[in-house]
T-cell receptor, first 114, second 117 residues
Framework: AQSVTQLGSHVSVSEGALVLLRCNYS??????LFWYVQYPNQGLQLLLK??????LVKGINGFEAEFKKSETSFHLTKPSAHMSDAAEYFC????????????FGSGTRLSIRP | GAVVSQHPSWVICKSGTSVKIECRSL??????MFWYRQFPKQSLMLMAT?????????EQGVEKDKFLINHASLTLSTLTVTSAHPEDSSFYIC?????????????FGPGTRLTVL
């Protein structure tokens, strides 16, 4: 069975500081991994996804994530936080393709301090 | 890009009434749509997979008679919450699948907030 664990339900960083949101997954077969962002009272927006190939994936808004099979991790990073990055972030996993069920992590709320 | 809309964006209803939520893919056809439920400060939980022209597949623990799903066309899926009760109050989000050669992608709607009084 697949599962996703996001460490830290709330992360707070200063504007301009590094953003690091942690995600570990469990899957019996090579997974497809995703990061989504959700702003208040809105749906989810895809930030980036890993399917195959290059393990460092670049997404929108300056975010990137690295797939590390040995660590079963897919942490999300951004070199310099912006106030507009404040939102809820979800890591997710699925098998083979997005047509399969997406299993979401519990989410991490990112706050940005001025 | 692929756009998914939901209507209404919010609804308040009395206990015992039924509420229909629409999910539309605006610029693409979606053979498969998904319905999720999200409680405050929690993650999304998949309720069911909606397939065009066939019956929906419900996740374990989801009452199919309470949450009726109809996927009548390639651009529209509806979720009807029948005989709603306060515990059904939640944020309901749909997504639609876009078939691509390299990894299908799901695009999410903006969500519908249901409040049952």
């Amino acid at each position: 069975a697949q599962s996703v664990t996001q460490l830290g339900s709330h992360v707070s960083v200063s504007e301009g500081a590094l953003v690091l949101l942690r995600c570990n997954y469990s899957s019996s077969v090579p997974p497809y991994l995703f990061w989504y962002v959700q702003y208040p009272n809105q749906g989810l927006q895809l930030l980036l996804k890993y399917t195959t190939g290059a393990t460092l994936v670049k997404g929108i808004n300056g975010f990137e994530a690295e797939f590390k099979k040995s660590e079963t991790s897919f942490h999300l990073t951004k070199p310099s936080a912006h106030m507009s990055d404040a939102a809820e972030y979800f890591c997710a996993v699925t098998l083979y393709s997005s047509a399969s069920k997406i299993i979401f992590g519990s989410g991490t709320r990112l706050s940005i301090r001025p | 890009g692929a756009v998914v809309s939901q209507h209404p964006s919010w609804v308040i209803c009395k206990s015992g009434t039924s509420v229909k939520i629409e999910c539309r893919s605006l610029d693409f056809q979606a053979t498969t749509m998904f319905w999720y439920r999200q409680f405050p400060k929690q993650s999304l939980m998949l309720m069911a997979t909606s397939n065009e022209g066939s019956k929906a597949t419900y996740e374990q623990g989801v009452e199919k008679d309470k949450f009726l799903i109809n996927h009548a066309s390639l651009t529209l899926s509806t979720l009807t919450v029948t005989s709603a009760h306060p515990e059904d109050s939640s944020f309901y989000i749909c997504s639609a699948r876009v078939e691509k050669k390299q990894a299908d992608t799901q695009y999410f709607g903006p969500g519908t907030r249901l409040t049952v009084l």
